[in-house]
C-alpha cells in the first residue's frame, strides 16, 4: 500500500503540534499533573474550539466529521505533548463507543454535548478478576439499574457520565447520580487519572447497539496507540537534545558510538511504531479484511517500544532521567500506563494469535 498523509492532514498535524507547544507547555502539563482531576476548563475551552472534542463525529451531533486517520494524527500530537486531561478518555475512549452503539436520540443527549466542549465522559471495563476480553464481563443491569464496581477507570474524577461495559452491553450513568461512588486511585500517569468506580443500583441507560462497543474499542486502542507514538518521538527528541550538549571527557556524549546505537535503534522503533498506528487507522476506517489484526500488532508494537524507548532514554540520559526537573520520566510513566491499558502486548499477541487461527482453520488441523 502506498501511504502518504494529504495536505489538509498534514496541516492538522502542524496546526496541533503548535496549539500544543502554546496551550500546554511542560509547565502546564506539571501544574495539572498536581491537581485532582487534571481536568482545566480554559484549556478545554480551546480544544473545543479548535474542533478536536468532535473531530470524529457527524456534523449532526455538531462535530467535524473527520476521518480515523486524522483522530490518530491528533492524538499523536497530544502524546508528544503529554496532554493531561480527559481528552483521550472522553473523545477517543467514551465519545468512540457512543458514535458506535448510541441511537440518533442517544448521540444527541450524550455526544453533541461532548462535541460542543460541555460534557466529559469515560468508559468503565474492568472488573475483579476480568482482563480486557469482553467476553468476562460479569456486571449486568436489572430493570435499568447497575450495581458493582468498575477498576482503573481513565480520568472518572473529571467525568460527567461514564459507560457502563456489561455482560447484557453498554449503559451511560451520570457520574453524580444517586448509587455512584467515585474513588480516586493511585496511578503511575499523574497526568491521567485513575478511579474505582461503585454502582449500587444507580440508574442505567442501555445503549441501542451493544454491537457498537468492540469497534469502538478499536477505535480507541489505535488512538492509543498513535499516543503512544507522540510520546516516543518527543522522548527520543528529548533524548538526542540532551545527547548533543552533554559532555563527558571534552566530548559531547552523542558523539560516542554507543549512544548513537541507542538513539538509532530508538529513531527505529518510534518509525516502526508509527507505520503500525497509521496502517490499522487507514484499516478501521476502510473496513480493511485485516483491521483488527492491525490494531493488535499496532497496539503491541507500541506498548513494548514505547517501554524500550524510555529505558534507552534514561539510560542514555544517565541520573539525570531519573531526577524531577527532567521531562523524561513523565513520559516513561505514561507509556508504562499506556502500556497495559485497553491489553498488553502479550493480550494482542494471543489475540493475533486467535484472529489469524480463526481465518486459516486449516493451520490447526495440519498441526
Not at 500530537?77 to 448510541?102: C, M
Request: include cysteine; aromatic fraction near 8%; glycine fraction near 8%.
Amino acid at each position: 500500500m502506498q501511504f502518504g498523509l494529504s495536505e489538509s492532514q498534514k496541516m492538522l498535524q502542524d496546526n496541533a503540534r503548535k496549539f500544543f507547544a502554546g496551550e500546554c507547555p511542560m509547565a502546564e502539563v506539571r501544574r495539572l499533573m498536581e491537581t485532582a482531576t487534571g481536568y482545566d476548563a480554559a484549556l478545554w475551552a480551546k480544544l473545543t474550539e479548535q474542533g478536536y472534542t468532535g473531530i470524529i463525529f457527524p456534523e449532526e451531533c455538531d462535530g467535524v466529521g473527520l476521518g480515523l486517520v486524522e483522530l490518530i494524527l491528533l492524538m499523536e500530537e497530544a502524546g508528544r505533548a503529554l496532554l493531561p486531561g480527559p481528552f483521550f478518555s472522553t473523545v477517543a475512549l467514551a465519545g468512540a463507543v457512543l458514535n458506535e452503539a448510541g441511537s440518533p436520540e442517544q448521540k444527541q443527549r450524550y455526544l453533541a454535548p461532548i462535541c460542543r466542549g460541555q460534557a466529559r465522559a469515560t468508559l468503565a471495563v474492568l472488573e475483579d478478576g476480568v482482563s480486557w476480553d469482553l467476553a468476562g464481563l460479569r456486571m449486568a443491569a436489572a430493570h435499568g439499574r447497575l450495581t458493582g464496581e468498575k477498576l482503573f477507570v481513565c480520568d472518572a474524577p473529571a467525568a460527567d457520565f461514564i459507560l457502563v461495559a456489561a455482560r447484557d452491553g453498554v449503559h451511560a450513568v451520570e457520574a453524580r447520580a444517586p448509587g455512584v461512588s467515585i474513588h480516586p486511585a493511585a496511578g503511575m500517569d499523574g497526568t491521567r487519572k485513575l478511579a474505582s468506580v461503585r454502582f449500587h443500583d444507580a440508574p442505567a441507560e442501555k445503549l441501542s447497539n451493544s454491537a457498537g462497543l468492540a469497534r469502538g474499542l478499536e477505535i480507541a486502542t489505535v488512538a492509543l496507540a498513535a499516543e503512544l507514538v507522540g510520546g516516543m518521538q518527543r522522548t527520543l527528541d528529548l533524548t538526542v537534545e540532551y545527547a548533543k550538549t552533554r559532555k563527558q571527557f571534552g566530548k559531547p556524549i552523542g558523539s560516542f558510538q554507543a549512544v548513537q546505537h541507542h538513539c538509532a535503534d530508538m529513531y527505529l522503533e518510534t518509525e516502526s511504531a508509527r507505520s503500525a498506528a497509521y496502517y490499522a487507522a487507514w484499516a478501521l476506517a476502510e473496513h480493511a479484511p485485516d483491521a483488527e489484526t492491525a490494531v493488535s500488532i499496532a497496539k503491541m508494537y507500541s506498548s513494548d517500544a514505547a517501554r524500550t524507548v524510555g529505558n534507552r532514554a534514561i539510560q542514555v540520559h544517565g541520573g539525570m532521567g531519573f531526577t524531577w526537573e527532567s521531562d523524561v520520566h513523565l513520559y516513561y510513566r505514561r507509556a508504562k500506563a499506556s502500556e497495559t491499558a485497553l491489553g498488553d502486548a502479550t493480550f494482542h499477541r494471543e489475540r493475533i494469535a486467535r484472529l489469524v487461527i480463526d481465518a486459516h482453520p486449516a493451520l490447526t488441523q495440519s498441526a
